[in-house]
């Protein structure tokens, strides 16, 4: 049986990642001891046929529920949102953004269960910002933005493409929504001129946003992640910064042959924005 074009694709992409992370040892006719210096590759490395990589798209449009939370039920989006243009604007440091964030009760939010504000960890004064998708669990637990699993793959690439020092890492709300509900327009509102803050305080000479909800929260668009990565976008008007979307890390680790469309996206932004 000869098999079809998208089988042999498929087929191809999966030998390649193997290869492309020193795993093509393992198909030999005889077992071999690996922890032995003399075993290790053994064979000599062949260059990877090219191959089309397939991805399960995304969560298309801009991520955002149509089911409100309780805590939106009865909001006045008008007052409430005047509330977080004025506190946003007010602050002069990261210090008095977090502050100004503690201090706004009638954000629906902060009301969800969530332990509290995840913060940004990385550079204060960052030539790459990354801002990723909303709190995960480990995220809430610590109050830090990529943490666990998906924060260590993260500083992999930083540090790969030689800007690990030079970044910070911010999640696109600052708390965990109940059971890590998709966000709503509501919050995204509510939320943006704090991240807007937070660019403005940050400096930063680019942004990777990674994630539908990141999209959503600093770009305001309503397109599909599919469609939007992989393209250079500008942030700001008097001094636009390059701005790219791609694939957050959660996503990754569950289709790592997405690895490396992401890793030619950053690199496309470090390129641009010569960091």
Sequence with gaps: MIPSDDLRSEIESYLGFLIDHELEDAYETEPLNRTLSENKHAFKRAAAAPAQIHVT???TGNNVSALKPQSLAHLDLGTVLHEARQRASAARTLDELY??????QHMPLRHEGGKGVVRFRGHAQPDILVIGEIPDEEEDARLSAFSGKAGEMMDKALKAAGIFDKAMLSPCVFWRPAGGRPLTAEDVSLNAPFMHALIRLAAPKAILLL???AVSC????????????????SYG??????????Y???????QP????LFW????????NAKL
């Design 248 to 254: 957050p890390p959660n996503f990754l680790l569950r």
């Design 264 to 271: 030619n996206d950053l690199l496309q932004l470090v390129d």
């Design 257 to 260: 042959q997405a690895k490396g």
């Design 237 to 246: 008007e008097n001094q636009a910064l390059p701005v790219m979307a791609s």
């Design 57 to 59: 798209p995304v969560q």
């Design 211 to 213: 994630g539908a909800s």
């Design 99 to 104: 502050a100004e964030l503690e201090a706004f």
């Design 218 to 233: 600093v770009l305001n668009l309503d397109q599909s992640l599919a469609k939007l990565r992989g393209r250079l976008v």
